[in-house]
């Protein structure tokens, strides 16, 4: 199975601008979650979907936004950017097993975010 | 709210010597899971191992393995025989055992094999 894809990789955006980042989960895995890393405030979690429904949001501002199609392929979108979401943002994808239940996320490459 | 507490910024270790990376946790829950992921440079989170809370017994993976003390929220890793290729940071994940896939980091901590 293909992993978890994330487009684009490489990311270059000037403050006040807006930005889409995209994320292909493992084939039947319907949670996706994503988490913005930084040098500083290390691993955090934005927020996850399920079913195409946002079921948690990490303490990030309003700007920050995502959404899950049908196909469970996730899009978070960051507006006005600031020079503080310069960073790493990962996506994970979840298997949904028996009981609704689910252990593992497995993560995406990322994608690099830098805002000048 | 649940954190996770990884003490070590930096270990290192010789080239086929066995480390132990430390991690602490507080939570009030009883069902959750506990994970160590390893990022290396290419910066790809890849996961080592896992653990329910639920089950005595340790995870074990090959050359890793956890030694798990719930009653002490602890939750180390132990790599023996380690590898040029282990070089990288490691973070140590909490989740809750329901109603959400929201993992909890540590700070990381990075290794270093030295040959």
Excluded at chain 1, 61 to 80: H, I, L
Aim: with cysteine; hydrophobic share 30%; proline share 4%.
């Amino acid at each position: 199975k293909a992993g978890v894809t994330q487009t684009p990789r490489y990311l270059i955006k000037t403050r006040g601008q807006q930005v889409t980042l995209s994320c292909s989960p493992i084939s039947g895995h319907r949670s996706v979650s994503w988490y913005q890393q930084t040098p500083g405030q290390g691993l955090q979690f934005l927020f996850e979907y399920f079913s195409e429904t946002q079921r948690n949001k990490g303490n990030f501002p309003g700007r920050f936004s995502g959404r899950q199609f049908s196909n469970s392929r996730s899009e978070m979108n960051v507006s006005t950017l600031e020079l503080g979401d310069s960073a790493l943002y990962l996506c994970a994808s979840s298997p949904i097993l028996a009981g609704g239940r689910s252990e593992t996320q497995y993560f995406g490459p990322g994608t690099r975010l830098l805002v000048l | 709210a649940q954190t996770v507490t990884q003490s070590q910024p930096e270990m290192s270790v010789q080239e086929a010597e066995t480390v132990t990376l430390s991690c602490t946790y507080d939570t009030s829950e009883s069902d959750y899971y506990l994970f160590w992921y390893k990022q290396p440079p290419s910066r790809q989170m890849i996961l080592v191992i896992r653990q329910e809370a639920y089950k005595q017994q340790n995870a074990t993976e090959n050359r890793f393995s956890v030694n798990f003390q719930k009653a002490a929220k602890s939750f180390s890793l132990k790599i023996s025989d380690s590898q040029l290729g282990d070089a990288a940071m490691y973070f140590c994940a909490y989740r809750r055992g329901s109603g959400t896939y929201k993992y909890i980091f540590g700070t990381g901590t990075r290794l270093k094999v030295l040959a």
